[in-house]
């Protein structure tokens, strides 16, 4: 369960204070971006192992292909099985699948990281308006200091 957020008076903190939640917004706001990116990255990995999986499925056996082994590296290889693949399903684990299980395993995984993309975009948003909010009180209790000196 996510901790509560609490909610804080604007008006009632120091210009110090108001810098310093500036700054950490800044970094939630980067965090969340890099975050965002991560899982858009992981989403266009699974689409791209989908297509890879449909293709597949349209080769026959004994077809020569080229196996990635990293994504610069490439070995020779032949199709010995065009009905079943090996799907990673994370931490080291492997299940045999029909090349349409998978592709529906894919379609699944892309559709759940699509959600937590549209979480975290909403997130991004609504500490970028806080941001907003933060810096105009900043900039007013400026005003203000500069214009009481």
């Keep these: 369960m996510p901790p509560k957020e609490e909610q804080i008076k ?80 994370g931490t080291g684990y492997y299940v045999e699948m029909s090349t349409v299980e998978a592709a529906k395993y894919y379609d699944r995984r892309i559709k759940t990281l699509q959600e937590n993309i549209g979480l975290v975009q909403q997130t991004l948003n609504e500490r970028r308006n806080v941001l907003m909010t933060v810096q105009a009180m900043l900039q007013e209790k400026m005003s203000a200091q500069q214009a009481r000196a």
């Design 10 to 89: 604007l008006d009632s903190l120091s210009p110090q204070q108001l810098s310093e939640l500036r700054q950490n917004l800044n970094a939630e706001i980067q965090r969340l971006m890099e975050s965002g990116q991560a899982l858009a990255r992981a989403s266009n990995t699974f689409a791209g192992t989908k297509k890879s999986v449909e293709q597949l499925g349209t080769s026959k056996q004994g077809q020569s292909i080229m196996l990635p082994l990293t994504s610069s590296l490439y070995v020779p290889g032949e199709v010995a099985d065009v009905e079943k693949v090996l799907v990673d399903v």
